[in-house]
């Protein structure tokens, strides 16, 4: 069965830039996570989708959002780049929820200039 | 809401040596615990997880945690380490109301020497 898959891996982007981030979960898991993970504020819950519909959400500012395609795929958005918004960005996907193991991708490890 | 906080930053120990990394969380509604491990350019790999029933759980790689209520904590142990064991681990915890929305510690970077 394949993993979590995410893309790209590495991104290099500008201040004031935007950027997508694309996630496709493990077969047959219509729950999909993001996480920023940085050095100083560790890893914080961006968002969750759920057979396309957003179910919950971190303390992010408006800059960030996400969705979810049909076939479960997901994709966030970065718009307006900060210095700050320089991160590993994880993905998750499972079944359903809490009691069910999520399955993290390698991460799109951004760089803001 | 839930919160985590991992005791220790940083953990060195001697190949074969026992190792604990310490975990405490604060919840007000029923909670589930997890620890993870970050290998380097990698994402997060599930250890185990602690959902209700037996408060010692068995995960991968020989690594076991007991959940203490009274005591809040959930603490990661291994009975002796391997080199390979060197990697960051991460407490998280969810709730019944949180969906797959989890909370992690900071963070905990053992580190296997010979």
């Known amino acids: 069965k394949a993993g979590v898959t995410q893309t790209p891996r590495y991104l290099i982007k500008t201040r004031g830039q935007q950027v997508t981030l694309s996630c496709s979960p493990i077969s047959g898991h219509r729950s999909v996570s993001w996480y920023q993970q940085t050095p100083g504020q560790g890893l914080q819950f961006l968002f969750e989708y759920f057979s396309e519909t957003q179910r919950n959400k971190g303390n992010f500012p408006g800059r960030f959002s996400g969705r979810q395609f049909s076939n479960s795929r997901s994709e966030m958005n970065v718009s307006t780049l900060e210095l700050g918004d320089s991160a590993l960005y994880l993905c998750?996907?499972?079944?359903?929820?809490?009691?069910?193991?999520?399955?993290f991708g390698p991460g799109t490890r951004l760089t803001v200039l | 809401a839930q919160s985590v906080t991992q005791l220790d930053s940083q953990v060195p120990v001697f190949e074969e040596a026992p190792v604990e990394l310490r975990c405490n969380y604060s919840s007000s509604v029923s909670v589930y615990l997890f620890w993870y491990v970050q290998y380097p350019n990698q994402g997060l790999q599930l250890l185990l997880k602690y959902l209700s029933g037996s408060t010692l759980v068995k995960g991968i790689n020989g690594f076991e945690a007991e959940f203490n209520k009274s005591q809040t904590s959930f603490h990661l142990r291994k009975p002796s380490v391997h080199i390979s064991d060197t990697a960051e681990y991460f407490c998280?915890?969810?709730?019944?109301?949180?969906?797959?929305?989890?909370?992690f510690g900071e963070g905990t970077q053992l580190t296997v020497n010979p």
């Open positions: 998280a915890a969810a709730g019944e109301t949180s969906g797959s929305r989890l909370t």
């Open positions: 998750a996907s499972s079944w359903d929820t809490y009691y069910n193991e999520q399955f």
